[in-house]
Nanobody, 126 residues
Framework: HVQLVESGGGSVQAGGSLRVSCALS????????MGWFRQAPGKEREGIAS???????TYATSVQGRFRISKDTAKNTLDLQMDSLTPDDTAMYYC?????????????????????WGQGTQVTVS
């Protein structure tokens, strides 16, 4: 049974950096398409970064050039390095994984295309 647990959130000043991680248990990250989503108060959950089974990343325009998604196979984690943070990046950050059995086109930033979710980790930029 796949479980995802995020860590590494916290508070940082604008312009700073933060790294959040998502530990996957029950399987290995290499077998999954995975993504990072975030949800700010009063807003919809939005996809911001995704990575395929063969480690091809895709980024939302809002984070392109500032965030980097990666898999650490040794630790079996999905990581998100966030640089040049602004107050607009303040949100709860969630990692997600798409089922190995999923068929059809993978819409990178569509919540409906992911089957497993973590509980979230808060990032606050002031």
């Amino acid at each position: 049974h796949v479980q995802l647990v995020e860590s590494g959130g916290g508070s940082v000043q604008a312009g700073g950096s933060l790294r959040v991680s998502c530990a996957l248990s029950g399987d290995t990250t290499s077998g999954y398409c995975m993504g990072w989503f975030r949800q700010a108060p009063g807003k919809e959950r939005e996809g911001i970064a995704s990575i395929s089974k063969v480690d091809v990343p895709t980024y939302a325009t809002s984070v392109q050039g500032r965030f980097r998604i990666s898999k650490d196979t040794a630790k079996n984690t999905l990581d998100l390095q966030m640089d040049s943070l602004t107050p607009d990046d303040t949100a709860m950050y969630y990692c997600a994984a798409r089922s190995r059995l999923a068929v059809g086109t993978w819409n990178f930033f569509s919540r409906e295309d992911y089957d497993y979710w973590g509980q979230g980790t808060q990032v606050t930029v002031s």
